[in-house]
């Protein structure tokens, strides 16, 4: 199935469960939003509470969650293991690409992230309502490791033996700034291929980005963008890459080594604890 699916073609599908998972990155919940007006008979989910597990001292900013829980969370949206589940968020495709991830991780294979979010979806027309979904409670059984994940062991080992992606901004990757993670820098031996601005739905050109990197893994600050890469690996017909799933702020909650690019320099690394 492709990952993505247009406004038009997606009104089509009137059994879909549809999730609403609008997000804003360090910003308050996007419930508010969902009040104000959603898909019809669209779910509410919140990326940090609903598809996330609890941050902790370890594991990053956006860890995987327990299944029992996201199994409880998806069983309330009305989701059984044969239903066509419908993700999408404001248009950037970030907390979309991360619940599709991460419904593709727990075991459920009819996911579509709708392309262009929720201004596709009025630019085409379509209507909004303000009710609150009540669904009918679902069935589904969350098995968790239907898509390939990498924890920081195995992360360093991809980056010494294969390749190993940072999709985050150069500057990040360089060092030269982190505004959101206690230390700058890099995984060693990782490459910078920044996510930037992709148009998920050019999939010649994402083929053209991404086969020239048949076993890369991603990585990013928490998850989220390396998701959006793995969708948009997926959507261009390639195989979805393994994704370190804590990322950088996983890695530094472990204290782990890190490489920064001097200005007019090759790459250094240190042993910085995270702080």
Not at 21 to 31: A, F, H, I, K, Q
Not at 99 to 122: C, P
Request: proline share 8%; with cysteine; hydrophobic share 40%.
């Amino acid at each position: 199935m492709r990952p993505l699916i247009g406004a038009e073609a997606a009104a089509e599908l009137h059994e879909s469960v549809r999730l609403d998972v609008r997000w804003t990155l360090g910003g308050p919940s996007r419930d508010a939003d969902y009040a104000e007006g959603h898909l019809p008979g669209a779910v509410r989910l919140d990326l940090d509470r609903d598809v996330c597990g609890p941050v902790e001292t370890l594991g990053g900013r956006h860890p995987l969650p327990e299944p029992e829980a996201l199994q409880a969370v998806l069983r309330a949206a009305g989701i059984n293991d044969d239903s066509h589940v419908l993700v999408y968020d404001d248009g950037d495709g970030m907390a979309a690409a991360r619940t599709w991830w991460t419904l593709r991780w727990a075991g459920i294979d009819d996911v579509q992230v709708l392309q262009g979010g929720i201004k596709a979806w009025t630019g085409a027309g379509l209507p909004l309502e303000t009710r609150t979904a009540d669904p009918k409670p679902g069935t589904v059984t969350v098995r968790p490791g239907h898509l390939p994940v990498l924890d920081a062991e195995a992360a360093a080992e991809w980056a010494e033996t294969r390749e190993l992606v940072d999709v985050r901004a150069p500057e990040r990757y360089r060092g030269e700034m982190e505004p959101v993670d206690p230390v700058a820098g890099h995984v060693p031996g990782a490459i910078n291929l920044f996510l930037g601005e992709d148009d998920l739905a050019d999939t010649e050109r994402l083929r053209e980005r991404y086969a020239s990197h048949p076993e890369a893994a991603y990585y990013c600050g928490s998850g989220v963008g390396a998701a959006r890469t793995a969708l948009a690996v997926t959507a261009a017909g390639l195989p979805t890459p393994p994704v370190y799933i804590g990322s950088w702020s996983d890695w530094v909650s472990r204290g782990g080594a890190v490489a920064t690019v001097p200005t007019g320099g090759s790459q250094a690394e240190s042993k910085e604890e995270a702080r």
